[in-house]
């Protein structure tokens, strides 16, 4: 099954050692998180992916597109380098537009680990 896979999923660490798109799933039930869980894998196997899994935000930044129950849909910011594929925010859609908090969190975040990976 390894032999497949095009991306290894890691989770953006801040410099204080905060791992939040983990601590976000942890906050969400069981059925959210194994939802989220597989379209993440998917995109993990089958990289390049476009919509309506994986949109493409701006320059090294995406997104992955879960429809949770209840109507609800979840996103979760990531960006790539050297396959790998950093998880980067995550939240659930309360709004058509994407917040711009949220896109602030993920660019500022994107930034500091392509920084980081680059020393």
């Known amino acids: 099954m390894n032999d497949d896979l095009i991306l290894r999923v890691i989770f953006f660490r801040s410099p204080a050692g905060r791992e939040s798109v983990r601590d976000w799933l942890k906050?969400?039930?069981?059925?959210d998180r194994k939802t989220i869980g597989e379209d993440i894998k998917l995109v993990q196997f089958r990289w390049p992916l476009g919509?309506?899994?994986?949109?493409?935000?701006?320059?090294?930044?995406?997104?992955?597109?879960?429809?949770?129950?209840?109507?609800?849909?979840a996103r979760v910011f990531f960006t790539l380098r050297n396959g790998e594929m950093a998880l980067l925010h995550g939240y659930v859609k309360k709004s058509q537009k994407t917040p711009a908090r949220d896109l602030e969190t993920a660019q500022r975040r994107r930034d500091l680990w392509l920084n980081e990976q680059s020393i």
Do not use: F, Q, T
């Open 51 to 73: 919509l309506p899994l994986v949109r493409k935000m701006e320059a090294n930044l995406w997104e992955v597109w879960s429809n949770l129950s209840g109507g609800r849909i």
């Open 27 to 31: 906050e969400l039930d069981k059925d």
